[in-house]
């Protein structure tokens, strides 16, 4: 099942907070037709959608189909995709009311409850081309309590205090498409990077301030969380989560100090994390790292503002390797220009490095980002681009066979790297279960088993509480052919964690495994 974006249910929390009814619902899978009859059925009086360049398509479709079908209910998008473009959506989809720039919980709270005290449109006429009001002009009257006309609105300043926003996953109302387990693993704990890489569309959505929740706030939600629905692993979604290091250490002393003991995966800038950082979050639980690296030449690096340089790419992955992470590394490929030397320098990088593995995309030019002000600017596109091109996205490289010829040698490249030995420290002296759990699994996943045994085994001796810790044990026994004992520590697991879904199914095929004729004679009967 796939999921929202992450803000969406706090969103809907904010709403909910204002004593609204509302709908959480995710249409990803459906037809803008299908999706129609559901909203019917809800029949609200507003309908807010999050807009991607990917579904901008299907989204406008739907906004249209609502129009007609619900004349009186208004229509707003926001996210990536509409906020560099709000305007223009005005002038072209004549069915969407107003377009939110930024962050949303500043206006949707006056907006809706405006809405619910104006319910029926005064004027039902959908006018194409009919030119939206001036953002400004808007956004007074929405301050003075009054319904804005049709317009970009977008909030003066930015939220600084993120810790008094309802965490989404307290969010009480209804939903639809929406599995909580998988929702609810996506944390958010800032907004904004300090950085412009050109084609990222993070500047201009959040602008370069970043601003922070507290490290007490993060783990309240992770706690919440797994209280609530029982996860036991966690996605943190922040663009750069290592940026502050004072907030990063104290959450990774929180985490470890008090729990819960969950584990975690996060993105970060090469340039923002060192040994401290990374195995102060190894200990409390992180699994895995991902780092924007783009790319090993530095040519491109600077045509992409990346500022980062390859010597901070092998210090990272260095660390991450000593603090027993596994880090993977998101290269950009089919890049128009490059050359077998561009892709020879990545190759060197790579293999000085030596990350886990790599992830390898195609340019991409997103609205609202350096590299599609560049392509206005030579000519190359223009806003219009965006409502006549079906393309789920507009690849820089569409046409040109060296760049996509180069692409291919690096998805190649990508494809040979052997993730590294885990560097186990002498002693295992003073490492956490958490710590001991990752080296673990990398020396499984290399196939040295009797090496993860036993790292396994010391993991559940140090932290005997540590679900993941008893999950790991049980299946490496499991895999051992030794489905008795793995039976014996998943009773425990599930005892511990009766709402974990994986832990459940571990001991069911434990007990398969040590009880064949059992469920032979079940199928049987
Ligand atoms: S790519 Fe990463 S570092 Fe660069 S601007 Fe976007 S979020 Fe910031």
Redesign the pocket.
């Known amino acids: 099942m796939s999921f929202l974006p992450a803000g969406l249910p706090i969103l809907a929390a904010v709403l909910e907070r204002e004593g609204h009814e509302v709908m959480l619902a995710n249409y990803s899978g459906m037809t803008p037709k299908q999706a129609l009859r559901h909203v019917r059925e809800f029949s609200p009086g507003a309908a807010g959608f999050s807009l991607f360049t990917h579904n901008r398509f299907e989204t406008f479709e739907l906004a249209g189909l609502i129009r007609r079908a619900l004349p009186d209910c208004r229509i707003f998008v926001g996210g990536p995709h509409a906020s560099p473009l709000g305007d223009e959506i005005l002038k072209r989809e004549a069915s969407i009311d107003w377009v939110i720039r930024g962050e949303g919980e500043g206006i949707l709270p006056d907006l809706v409850r405006l809405v619910e005290v104006n319910p029926v449109r005064k004027d039902r006429k959908m006018i194409p081309g009919q030119a939206p009001a001036p953002t400004d002009a808007a956004m007074e009257s929405l301050l003075a309590n009054q319904l804005p006309p049709r317009a970009t609105l977008s909030a003066a300043t930015r939220i600084t205090d993120l810790d008094s926003l309802p965490q989404g996953c307290l969010y009480g109302g209804k939903t639809f498409g929406l599995d909580p387990r998988i929702q609810y693993s996506l944390i958010i704990g800032s907004r904004g990077?300090?950085?412009?890489?050109a084609?990222?569309?993070?500047?201009t959505l959040w602008g370069r301030r970043v601003s922070f929740r507290s490290a007490h706030s993060i783990v309240d939600e992770i706690r919440q969380a797994r209280d609530r629905f029982g996860i036991q692993y966690f996605h943190i979604r922040d663009?750069?989560f290592t940026l502050n290091k004072e907030r990063v250490l104290e959450f990774a002393s929180l985490l470890q100090r008090e729990g819960p003991a969950v584990r975690f995966n996060c993105?970060a800038?090469v340039d923002s994390v060192d040994d401290e950082i990374l195995e102060a979050l190894a200990e409390s639980g992180l699994e895995h790292i991902q780092f924007?690296v783009?790319s090993g030449s530095p040519a491109t690096l600077e045509r992409f503002a990346?500022?980062v340089s390859p010597d901070a790419v092998i210090r990272a992955c260095r660390s991450a390797r000593k603090a027993g992470i596994p880090a993977s590394v998101y290269l950009i490929g089919a890049i128009p220009g490059e050359t077998r030397e561009d892709i020879r320098a990545t190759n060197e990088l790579l293999s000085k490095a030596g990350p886990n593995d790599a992830v390898v995309s195609p340019l991409a030019i997103f609205p609202g980002t350096e590299l599609c002000r560049q392509a206005t600017d030579d000519g190359d596109m223009n806003d219009s681009l965006w409502f006549r091109s079906r393309e789920p996205a507009i690849f820089a490289a569409i046409g040109d066979h060296a760049a996509i010829a180069r692409l291919e040698e690096l998805s190649s490249l990508a494809g040979r790297i052997t993730p590294p030995a885990p560097e186990i420290p002498p002693s295992l002296e003073g490492l956490s279960g958490m710590r001991l759990l990752s080296f673990g699994e990398q020396s499984a996943a290399l196939g040295m088993d009797e090496q993860a045994g036993r790292l396994f085994a010391a993991a559940m001796e140090r932290a005997p509480e540590n679900p993941w810790c008893l999950y790991r044990l049980a299946e490496w026994h499991l895999d051992q052919g030794n489905p008795a004992e793995a039976t014996r520590i998943a009773q425990a697991l599930t005892a511990l964690v009766p709402r974990w879904e994986d832990a459940a199914s571990l001991l069911e095929a434990a007990l398969a495994a040590a009880n064949p004729k059992k469920k032979r004679n079940n199928r049987q009967n």
Request: charged share 30%; hydrophobic share 30%; glycine share 6%.
């Open positions: 990077c300090a950085w412009a890489c084609f990222c569309a993070s500047p663009d750069n993105q800038r924007g783009e990346k500022d």
